[in-house]
């Protein structure tokens, strides 16, 4: 089952961590994945557990690595009787890294399953408790019209200066007279899931299996959201804009920045940046239940898997951000600045007698005490009915179809905002944004149809030929129609999308394989109907806000060659390769603006997109000594819709070394190098997300862009008996 269903504020592997109890991965990849799984067109992850076996097995593993990363897991599992068996496992990270930022990484969890064994079946029962916490990180400054980073290149703008500030606000529904800041946190997960899987053969080819799940888990998700940096005077000038209009006498006024930690302090340097230090506080609950009936037959020559089956989830999540907006210096680790502005008066002198009493902007290095407020309880009911068949057609022939329904209704309830009636004594207390304590609802139904059908004839015990057609679909979030900004007629801004995302997607291939060599070929489409576009729009009142509509259409036409070898000459040698080319284009992106204009970015490629990437992997394993590279290139790619800004291509390549120490029967002690990013290249991964439609960075001082972590070395020490 998924790991949340239906409300995704945040990425879903912020709820999951890899560790030792992972017993395999399976990845599902196109029609079956919209057939089987809610709302995920394109592919499904399965992490499979380990669920103890018939014997003993325990396992320690030591990780160290450079910037202090220290981690220690373990997984045991084995009989507790005859029909009985259980796995526990989990493990427990202190880490500084990978880019050193004063705020930790830290945290665990503990795993743990017991299964009993039952006539033609089992009943297996789960439990997981997390608490965990990692650093997010955003873009850095990069010099205009390079790829020169403005700061250390291996630097974050994450600051531990933001970790604990706080400040009076009036009194709110989630802040009780006093915000204080939790960006120490970064993205936190705490709490509990307990499932039971029970699987039963009924016999003559029947079988049942439903599993079901509960969820409690207290959830942040604190980011650092960087501005592009300006030259100081710049910043000062743009306040006194904000203030008194752009015609005002540019000598009558000056900025003097200091430390808000150390006030005494002049700062003297040249570039600073707004950044939000924003609190996201994302607790949920979900019970969640996946029913699933298999009956395998065969009629003549035809021999049939089906499965029928039917999933319901209940999820309830809050949506709360309290978005505070620092002043801060342009550097790794940046400290956070007070501004206070001087004004000359009248005679442009500073120090004389007509001095005017000037603009504290800044209150303890807050710029804003709240530029964006969020109060919201989200709550969705899922059902789904599913079914599938695999048939086999003689021995050469297998047709695989899919039908999924699913239906979803949900309801929002969000607090209203206003702008806090604040005379305190600097321009950060005044016109902040925060909650009225009056509530709006809104409710949406969305319902849709999926289907997959795919064909493989074997033409030899080598060579299969393969073609697949999907209808998939996904239904837009919960939280892109919370908003409940309006418009100057009253409605609301944000309106509830009246379709989904509609997927047709189709691939064809071929397969080679033989006991030394495979290979896979294939051509494939993906056209997408609807598609969403998240986008920022100044509201009348001149906040902004995101919108999310319907912009079009996109499409991609691609082709891939996966390989693997194992030489014969070579014993212990394996060659992994795989390479990818696409053609991705927005065959209609049209965005409406307020005034009635439209933006039309139509023929552009997508967005973040390659059109190229490849990896080769070359492995050898010769008892007692495994030795592993991995080469991963990416082609360039734009940054942003209108195509404005073109990021270059970039490799890494990682290494592994590991060896194997002989010890007593059924024991193992591998020692491992692991070098992420060994040559420790430079390549960016996406420009800034948080610029407006049309607006260039190339034409910034400084823009930002998301690099690659660089290089880091670990060592692991892996004992197993």
Do not use: C
């Not at 209609?588 to 990437?613: A, H, L, M, T």
């Not at 080769?616 to 940054?639: E, M």
């Amino acid at each position: 089952m998924p790991l949340q269903t239906a409300i995704n504020l945040s990425a879903q592997d912020v709820l999951f961590r890899y560790d030792l109890t992972v017993d395999r991965v399976e990845v599902v990849k196109g029609g079956n994945a919209i057939i089987f799984g809610s709302n995920r067109p394109g592919g499904i992850i399965n992490y499979r557990s380990k669920t103890g076996g018939s014997t003993h097995e325990t396992e320690l593993l030591l990780t160290l690595g450079e910037r202090n990363l220290y981690r220690l897991d373990f997984n045991t599992g084995g009989p507790l009787s005859e029909r009985v068996r259980f796995n526990l496992g989990g493990f427990y990270r202190m880490d500084r890294g990978p880019l050193v930022s004063g705020l930790p990484t830290e945290g665990g969890q503990i795993k743990g399953n017991i299964t009993v064994l039952v006539n033609n079946g089992y009943l297996r029962f789960y439990y997981k408790y997390i608490n965990d916490r990692v650093q997010f990180f955003l873009p850095i400054p990069y010099r205009r019209g390079t790829t020169d980073p403005a700061i250390d290149a291996e630097g974050t703008l994450n600051t531990s200066e933001a970790a604990r500030f706080a400040f009076p606000v009036p009194e709110g529904l989630f802040v009780r007279g006093t915000f204080q800041s939790q960006m120490e946190n970064g993205v936190l997960t705490q709490g509990s899931v307990l499932q039971l899987d029970l699987f039963q053969e009924l016999g003559r080819g029947w079988v049942v299996q439903n599993k079901v799940r509960y969820s409690d888990l207290q959830h942040q998700f604190n980011i650092f959201i960087p501005r592009p940096a300006v030259d100081r005077e710049v910043f000062v000038s743009q306040i006194l804009s904000g203030l008194l209009g752009n015609q005002y006498d540019r000598n009558r006024y000056r900025g003097r920045y200091t430390l808000a930690n150390s006030p005494e302090v002049i700062f003297e340097g040249q570039q600073v940046l707004q950044q939000g230090a924003w609190y996201r506080n994302r607790p949920l609950t979900e019970i969640a239940n996946e029913l699933e009936i298999r009956k395998n037959l065969s009629v003549g020559d035809v021999t049939h898997a089906i499965t029928v089956g039917a999933f319901l989830a209940r999820t309830r999540q809050l949506q709360q951000r309290w978005a505070a907006e620092t002043l801060v210096e342009m550097r790794s680790r940046p400290r956070m600045l007070d501004l206070y502005i001087e004004d000359a008066g009248p005679d442009g002198l500073f120090g004389t007698e007509d001095d005017g009493a000037g603009w504290q902007v800044t209150r303890d290095g807050i710029v804003n005490l709240s530029s964006n407020y969020i109060n919201a309880d989200l709550a969705t009911d899922v059902m789904a009915l599913f079914a599938g068949d695999e048939l086999q057609i003689g021995e050469r022939t297998r047709i695989d179809v899919g039908l999924r329904y699913e239906r979803q209704y949900s309801r929002i309830w969000r607090e209203e905002t206003t702008i806090a009636d604040s005379t305190g004594p600097t321009l950060a207390e005044q016109g902040y944004v925060i909650g009225t304590g009056k509530f709006v609802e809104r409710r949406a139904l969305f319902d849709d149809w999926a289907a997959f059908v795919g064909l493989n004839y074997a033409l030899n015990e080598h060579v299969n030929l393969y073609a697949s057609g999907t209808r998939g679909f996904r239904i837009p979030d919960v939280s892109v129609f919370s908003s409940i900004a309006r418009d100057a007629t009253g409605a609301f801004i944000q309106p509830t999308p009246s379709r989904n995302e509609q997927f047709l997607m189709g691939e064809v291939g071929v397969k080679y394989g033989s006991s030394r060599f495979g290979a896979t070929a294939a051509l494939y489409v993906v056209n997408i109907q609807n598609r969403l576009q998240t986008d920022l729009r100044i509201l009348p009142d001149g906040r902004s806000a995101n919108v999310t509509e319907a912009v079009g259409e996109a499409q991609t036409i691609g082709g891939e060659l996966t390989m693997v070898w194992t030489p014969a000459m070579l014993p212990g040698l394996q060659l992994n390769g795989s390479l990818t080319y696409q053609d991705h284009e927005a065959v209609e992106f049209v965005i409406p603006q307020p005034n009635g204009e439209v933006i039309d970015y139509s023929g552009n490629d997508i967005k973040r997109i390659p059109q190229f990437f490849g990896t080769l992997q070359v492995n050898y394993n010769r008892h007692p000594i495994s030795i592993g590279i991995s080469w991963d290139r990416y082609g360039p790619k734009y940054a942003d819709d209108a195509n404005l800004q073109r990021l270059d291509g970039f490799d890494v390549i990682n290494l592994t070394l590991d060896y194997q120490f002989a010890l007593a029967e059924r024991q193992q002690l591998r020692l491992g190098l692991y070098v992420n990013n060994l040559l420790n290249n430079r390549g960016l991964t996406e420009g800034d997300p948080r610029l407006g439609p049309g607006q260039d960075p190339n034409l910034l001082p400084f823009y930002n862009a998301r690099p690659i972590l660089p290089r880091r070395a670990l060592i692991k020490v892996h004992y197993q008996f």
